[in-house]
């Protein structure tokens, strides 16, 4: 018996952007630990990021992952592919038809061949070791190939390629917060959209933008879809609640790819969540351990927190008023599950359809800590907030697995395969 009574019933929360480190460096994070601090944030589905070591690349290592990461998951789960160019372009369809959700194309690293893992420091890995990444024409033909099966191609939105590499790795250090926005202007998140634009525009791929960050972005993103594109967008709550006047407080705990940007850029991102130009937010959870998130802004790894906060804060901006109970839901539930091919189907595991649910007192309210988050490195931007309104439940195929905030009854996770065959945009 599930007494809802003066709570806001949503489809279960669905996190589409969640990097668990599981395999490869399980000494920051494994899938037990992100799938444990999603449900007990209150979102029933994690998509998990093909950048584990080795990455996604193949069908094989696909269901490898499927297999390992079904034994860990709290939550429903599904798996991104990753699309490298020529060196993959043989496994898309295969990756989709396994129920990829999407693939992800990482524009402007390079893979090592020994560990499969990615790298963007070239000089960190033999030369004769690192797969480079693709020329345009090979990127035009990738997004050629996820188009004829009707796929998502995802990327960065910002082109560390071409700018976003220059300064920081050809010997311009980084001490401080502006020589990080310097290295990775808002002008590389909107010449990196432009261009994954032209080849959607050209190959009529769906092409689909994950953590953008500025107005920059917003604009192209918006110019892009009126003139036809077949392009959408994504944020991440740290782009929504912080700026770059929280770096003098919060120190490399802030650090992330791209950076927090201005307060302008932050209403931008607002006005497109209103606007429809981003249809769905996750939480690029990105763990590191503790001692590097406190290295300077050089050298603290990029990346932070996030499964466990994403709704706790989509949920406060809903009661101040930021965006309405429809739109929260439609940005962390139904139009995320349909930008990802997450359909019901007879006997299959769907997010919201199969009696997922996140209830929300909006009268409540919620304290983000350290000491209660259930991450391997608990640290957070976020410690010490409190925040309005307050996810009290989570439903997980049709039973209560999660109450104030802690787990009930056992993991009951379920692989979730995305069928592209009836998408839409
Ligand atoms: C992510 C990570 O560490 O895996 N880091 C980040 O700053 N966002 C990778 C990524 O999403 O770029
Ligand atoms: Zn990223
Ligand atoms: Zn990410």
Redesign the pocket.
């Known amino acids: 018996h599930l007494d809802a009574s003066g709570q806001l019933v949503f489809p279960g929360f669905i996190d589409p952007?969640v990097?668990s480190?599981d395999p490869g460096a399980t000494h920051k994070e494994t899938f037990h630990h992100s799938t444990l601090g999603a449900l007990c944030g209150g979102t029933t589905t994690v998509l998990e990021?093909p950048?584990a070591v080795p990455a996604v690349t193949d069908v094989a290592t696909f269901e490898r992952r499927r297999a390992e990461h079904g034994e860990k998951a709290w939550v429903d789960f599904g798996l991104w592919g990753m699309a490298l160019g020529p060196a993959n372009l043989n496994e898309i369809i295969g990756l989709h038809r396994a129920g990829a959700v999407a693939v992800k194309f990482?524009w402007g690293y390079a893979l090592d061949r020994r560990t499969k893992g990615l790298v963007y420091d070239f000089s960190a890995a033999p030369p004769d070791s690192l797969l480079l990444p693709p020329e345009n024409g090979e990127v035009l033909e990738m997004f050629r190939e996820v188009a004829s099966y009707g796929g998502v191609l995802a990327a960065?939105c910002e082109d560390r390629h071409i700018l976003a590499r220059s300064a920081e790795l050809l010997g311009h250090p980084i001490s401080t917060y502006d020589d990080l926005l310097a290295a990775r202007p808002a002008a590389a998140e909107a010449t990196s959209i432009a261009v994954g634009a032209q080849f959607a525009r050209l190959t009529g791929c769906r092409f689909h933008v994950?953590?953008m960050a500025s107005a920059e972005g917003t604009r192209v993103v918006r110019e892009a879809r009126a003139a036809g594109v077949p392009i959408t967008a994504e944020t991440c709550p740290h782009y929504l609640t912080l700026t770059d006047r929280d770096a003098a407080r919060l120190g490399p705990a802030i650090?992330?790819?791209?950076p927090v940007r201005t307060g302008a850029d932050q209403e931008a991102l607002w006005a497109a969540i209103g606007d429809g130009v981003i249809s769905s937010i996750g939480s690029?959870h990105?763990p590191?351990l503790v001692e590097e998130k406190m290295l300077g802004f050089g050298q603290a790894?990029?990346?932070?927190l996030g499964v466990e906060t994403l709704a706790p804060l989509m949920v406060d901006a809903m009661v101040r008023g930021r965006l309405s109970p429809v739109r929260l839901a439609q940005v962390l539930s139904s139009s995320t599950a349909a930008l990802y091919g997450l359909w019901p189907r007879k006997g299959a595991v769907r997010p919201g359809a199969d009696a997922d649910l996140t209830l929300v007192d909006p009268s409540g309210g919620h304290s983000i800590s350290h000491d209660r988050m259930h991450a391997l490195n608990p640290v957070t931007a976020w410690d010490g907030w409190t925040l309005r309104g307050r996810v009290t439940t989570a439903v997980l195929g049709g039973e209560v697995a999660m109450r104030d905030g802690e787990p009930v009854g056992g993991r009951r996770g379920r692989f979730v395969a995305a069928d592209h065959a009836r998408s839409r945009g």
């Open positions: 952007h990097h480190r990021m950048n990482f960065h994950v953590h650090k992330v790819y791209p690029d990105a590191h790894p990029a990346g932070g």
